[in-house]
Structure formats: structure tokens, C-alpha cells
């Protein structure tokens, strides 16, 4: 059995398309057998609703009169710097972006009550965002201040673009220290008294086409309630790691980067999060259609939680030196049952990714597909896959001493 | 150990005594004044966390109450906020009581109030806000 994804678009045209969600598809698998599903479903739809740190959001706001060049100077939304390296009114605010006078960690561990993440959402939200800029002037730029709200509908562009999301694969974070550590997978109690992971596991996309087979650069996808695209992989991306029989890497590998309007999305999936100790981060949703071309797309979008694994990370020293030994491998059923077994002590587990609002992604996403109001895509190019050779590297530090130059 | 937020109302005639220094040293409990207004020839009133084991601290509440402090109790909540969680499931993991818990396998994250012991440990874990401390009087 074969299919094109031009023939799926045809079936979605004439409301014939059969969708599954990737949780779905596991029961029709389990009583039909691959070979009778993958003849009858045509698309299964994934999702995740994770944090997603490597987020961000470029802006043009207009142009003020007299005109200003916010370029080379200094913008903040809400008191969030944003990045103005850019032409007269383009900027950039990035998902951890945080107010000078946070006091961070000072005041240990620092709340982080409100930062990019939040701007983004409150943007979203149709709410006013104050906008400050301060910029040095020139004769075609003459103007120097600039103090106003504004809000996402007065915007030219407002383009959600992350350079990495949708992680194939996360690890589970424990603390092996006798003090409590605030991370970015949350706060982790001493002595691993629960261990925290952060997956979307049988739904999540990349878990879903472990091979990057049917995701490419182009492919359109549900990002925040709107449509959005893979812009290609993304920053990170890792896809040479080592993985199981079934393809399944069994260590963080693949990433996206994807991009998408903001003026069709929704807060309800743009979330700004505030990780104590740690700092600002975007939650976001997103989803991606898996055609089902034959046999093999089929069977790779059947994972199910009990043969995805996950490398437990000690968080206190481990990760934060870089080291790689790990304490042991589970699976993501073991870790939402809410308790698995690390070097025989048994440990809580607690989730930072939202299976049940994954869920309504891919059922979002699977909604749209019915109606015939959303497409599938070829691939415009692949993305490097397990076999090209395309790999991960730490920085190769190699200090400054101020006298002679790098070489 | 046990911990309780209580208002402690002062008579007049109470004011220019040291209450609360033999709440302290006589009952063997831990004072912690979170906010005091005493004012003299007129009802004071503090509000105290106090500390210390649980017979202790009813012993306490019983001599502060024949001395004739009147004594509420703080009502203080924890509340879930339904439309702000995303039932990401991360503040299980420090709830002692299970009073916030998951539904399986839908993975929907629920509250029960009447388990709830206020310990606050799950108010820095929830990254969205969705649980937050309710104080009233
Ligand atoms: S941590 Fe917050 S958002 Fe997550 S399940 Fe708990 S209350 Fe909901
Ligand atoms: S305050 Fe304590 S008992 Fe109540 S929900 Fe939070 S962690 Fe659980």
C-alpha cells in the first residue's frame, strides 16, 4: 500500500480523508493490524504543549512620526528589553526575556513574575502592551523617544518564529544534591525525591516520524491555534544519537524550527510561565500531520508510551557539567503512571509537558483536516536525518587573554 | 510540628502586657507576627503564624484565650485556578496530601479542596499561576 500526499489532499478536499490522532491510531493498530490501518487512515495528527525556551517573536510596529530608528537603540514591551538590531521599526522579543529590574535571582530563588513569554501571550491576547523606545537619531530618523501602547491588531507583522521547538525526546531531570535546585525541568527536590520529564510521548511529533520521513522544511503545521510551518531543523538538532530497534531516539535528538502568524493565534496556547529560580519561558502548542505514505509511516506513527524511553539526568551536577552518565532509562508510560524506579529507590514523577492539552492539539488539528480547511504539505527539503553526519557540539571555549588574537 | 495563622485581638487592659513573650517562653510556642497594630487604651490586634507542636499550640490558644485575647482563625486557602492550569502535572510532585491529582489516562490534572492542608509547597512549582494563596479575614 502507497499513497501521495497529493491523493490525501484530494480525499481532504472531498471531506473523504480518514484522521487519527497518533493516541487514537495505537487502538486501531492494536485491532486491525498495520497493514489494514495504514490502508484505511490516510493523515494522524500529533501535538505537544510544552515550554519551548528557544522562542520568540518579531514585530514591526509602524512607523511613528517623525519617523525613528529604533534600530541600534533600546526597546522594551511591558519593560521587556527587546532586540532592535534591525532596520527602523522591526524588534525581536525573545521568550526568556526578562525586565531590567527584575531582581532575578537576588532574592534567591527569584520568582520571575513576568517576562517575554507573558508579552507574547498578552499580545495575543488582544491586550495593550506598552512600547518604549529610545534611539540616538538621524536626519532621515530625527525622532529620539517614543512611549506609547499598542496592541497586535495595529502591527504590520507579528510572526511567532522559534529557532527551536517540539524536541524528539527529553530527558527526566532528578537532583541528587541535598539541596533543593530550581531548573528549567522545575523544581527538584533533594536526595531525587521526584523526578520531573517533559514529553508529549505517543503524541509527540517528532516521536511520531522518527526518521523525519513526512516532516520537512515547509511542512504546515498547528502552531498556537493557527497555522504555522517548519522552517527547517532546528537549532540543536541531533538526529545521529543513538536509538532503539523500532528508530526511536532514546536520548533528546531532533528539533524544529517553526514559524507562524501571531494575528491567528490564540492565548490559550501561548502561555508565558515563570519558573522559580529559574526564569521566563513560552508554553506553546503545537501539532503536526503525519500522511500515512505506507506500511512503515504507519507503524512509526503507532509509538506507543510503554517503547519510548527517557534518560533519567542528575540536574545538581551532571547536567550542569556537562557530564554524560545517566542513572538509568524508563519509559514514558512508567513516568505517567506517576512513579518509576531509578537505581532501586522509587521516585514521583511530575510532568512540565500537558498530555491532556496535547491531546486537543491533535484533535485540533484533526478537526481541521475533517472540515477541509487545512491541507497537508510535501516536504520543500528534508531535514538531516540519523545517517548525514549532522551533530550536536559543545562550545570549544578558548579564553580571551587580551594580548594576542585568536587564532 | 504543626503551623497556624490566627488573629489575636487584644483588650485594652492586655496592651501594656507581655503576651506574647509568655505565649513564647511559658507555652514553648514559635511566634512568627506577621502584622501588629497596637495602639494604647484600645483593642490591638496581631496577626501571628505559630509554630510548635499541636497539643503546644492548643495549650497556647487555650492561655491566650483565658487571659482573654479573643482569638480567629486566619481563613487561608489554597485556590486552584481551573482556567489557568494547563494540567501539566508538575505540582503533584510536592503535594503531600494528594489534594491536587491527575486523572488517568486522560491526564487531567483535578483539586480537592477538602484535602488541602495549605502547605504552600505547590505555589513556587506551578509555573502558570494556577495556584494561588487566598487570604481572607
Ligand atoms: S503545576 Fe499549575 S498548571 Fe501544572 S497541573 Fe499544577 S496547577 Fe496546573
Ligand atoms: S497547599 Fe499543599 S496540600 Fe494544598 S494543594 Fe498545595 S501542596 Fe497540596
Wanted: glycine fraction near 8%; aromatic fraction near 8%.
Amino acid at each position: 500500500m502507497t499513497r501521495t500526499i497529493q491523493e490525501i489532499n484530494e480525499k481532504i478536499k472531498q471531506g473523504r480523508a480518514v484522521v487519527c490522532t497518533a493516541e487514537e491510531i495505537i487502538q486501531v493498530v492494536k485491532e486491525k493490524g498495520v497493514r489494514q490501518a495504514a490502508a484505511t487512515v490516510d493523515v494522524v495528527t500529533t501535538g505537544t504543549f510544552a515550554p519551548m525556551c528557544s522562542s520568540g517573536a518579531y514585530f514591526n510596529v509602524g512607523h511613528a512620526l517623525p519617523r525613528m530608528k529604533m534600530g541600534g537603540g533600546r526597546v522594551t514591551l511591558n519593560e521587556v528589553p527587546a532586540y532592535a538590531g534591525f532596520a527602523a521599526v522591526d524588534i525581536l522579543m525573545g521568550a526568556t526575556a526578562i525586565p531590567d529590574d527584575d531582581p532575578r535571582n537576588k532574592v534567591f530563588p527569584g520568582k520571575f513574575a513576568y517576562g517575554g513569554g507573558h508579552v507574547i501571550e498578552d499580545l495575543v491576547a488582544g491586550k495593550d502592551v506598552r512600547l518604549t523606545a529610545q534611539a540616538y537619531g538621524t536626519d532621515c530618523y530625527p525622532r529620539k523617544t517614543l512611549d506609547t501602547w499598542i496592541r497586535l491588531a495595529d502591527l504590520n507583522e507579528a510572526v511567532l518564529f522559534n529557532m527551536r521547538n517540539a524536541y524528539q525526546n527529553y530527558n527526566v531531570a532528578v537532583n541528587l544534591s541535598d539541596k533543593v535546585i530550581y531548573t528549567y525541568m522545575g523544581v527538584l527536590q533533594p536526595r531525587m525525591r521526584n523526578a520531573n520529564y517533559c514529553t508529549a510521548g505517543q503524541l509527540s511529533p517528532l516521536l511520531n516520524d522518527p526518521y523525519y520521513r513526512t516532516i520537512g522544511v515547509g511542512t504546515r503545521i498547528f502552531l498556537g491555534d493557527g497555522e504555522g510551518f517548519v522552517v527547517s531543523h532546528g537549532t540543536q538538532h541531533n538526529p545521529g544519537v543513538r536509538r532503539s530497534e523500532k528508530g526511536l531516539p532514546q536520548v533528546p535528538a531532533g528539533t524544529l524550527a517553526v514559524t507562524g502568524d501571531l494575528k491567528k493565534m490564540s492565548p490559550r496556547w501561548l502561555r508565558g510561565a515563570s519558573f522559580t529560580g529559574y526564569g521566563v519561558t513560552l508554553t506553546l502548542g503545537l501539532g503536526i500531520p503525519i500522511p500515512i505514505l505506507d506500511e512503515e509511516t504507519l507503524e512509526f506513527a503507532a509509538v506507543t508510551d510503554a517503547e519510548i524511553t527517557a534518560p533519567v539526568v542528575d540536574y545538581s551536577a551532571a547536567y550542569p557539567h556537562g557530564k554524560p552518565e545517566i542513572l538509568g532509562e524508563v519509559t514514558v508510560a512508567q513516568l505517567k503512571s506517576g512513579e518509576i524506579s531509578v537505581n532501586g529507590k522509587r521516585v514521583v514523577t511530575a510532568g512540565l509537558s500537558s498530555y491532556a492539552r496535547a491531546r486537543e492539539v491533535a484533535l485540533i488539528l484533526k478537526s481541521w483536516i475533517e472540515a477541509g480547511t487545512f491541507f497537508l504539505t510535501e516536504p520543500v527539503a528534508p531535514l538531516p536525518s540519523a545517517d548525514s553526519g549532522y551533530k550536536f557540539k559543545l562550545l570549544p571555549e578558548r579564553p580571551w587573554d587580551g594580548l594576542q588574537e585568536a587564532v | 510540628m504543626a503551623k497556624k495563622k490566627v488573629v489575636l485581638n487584644f483588650p485594652p487592659h492586655l496592651i501594656d502586657q507581655p503576651v506574647t513573650y509568655r505565649l513564647i517562653t511559658e507555652q514553648g510556642v514559635r511566634v512568627n507576627i506577621l502584622r501588629a497594630r497596637i495602639t494604647p487604651k484600645e483593642w490591638g490586634n496581631m496577626v501571628v503564624e505559630l509554630n510548635g507542636k499541636k497539643a503546644r499550640l492548643e495549650d497556647g490558644l487555650a492561655f491566650l484565650r483565658e487571659l482573654g485575647v479573643e482569638v480567629e482563625h486566619l481563613a487561608e486557602e489554597v485556590k486552584w485556578r481551573e482556567e489557568l492550569c494547563i494540567h501539566c502535572t508538575a505540582c503533584l510532585a510536592p503535594c503531600p496530601t494528594k489534594a491536587l491529582y491527575v486523572e488517568r489516562p486522560n491526564m487531567t490534572v483535578g483539586f480537592d479542596r477538602e484535602k488541602c492542608i495549605a502547605c504552600e509547597l505547590c505555589l513556587n512549582v506551578c509555573p502558570y499561576g494556577a495556584v494561588e494563596i487566598a487570604i481572607e479575614q
